[in-house]
């Protein structure tokens, strides 16, 4: 059920501008050599002010496991070119 949960709060993310730019906000830190760094901590808390409830375990089973992940109704990410490259 848990990594139903996680697919489900990716899923709103790629379909909501505004929580995509609260998550980007909260939950990632620019690192050296223009590397992005996601605090996968701040990525459950975030998760869960929206309803969702998941472990980090069950975040990296889901972005680091061997099945793919399936977004529907994604967003258009050159959109947000704005913030990947500020």
Do not use: H
Request: glycine fraction near 4%; include cysteine.
């Amino acid at each position: 059920m848990a990594l139903e949960q996680v697919n489900a709060f990716y899923d709103t993310l790629m379909s909501d501008r505004a929580i995509y730019e609260q998550y980007y906000r909260q939950c990632c830190v620019r690192g050296l050599f223009g590397i992005w760094d996601w605090d996968k901590t701040k990525i459950v808390n975030f998760a869960t002010t929206l309803g969702y409830s998941f472990t980090e375990s069950e975040l990296d089973a889901v972005l680091f496991g061997s099945e793919p992940i399936v977004l529907q109704d994604s967003i258009n990410l050159s959109e947000y070119k704005q913030y990947v490259f500020q």
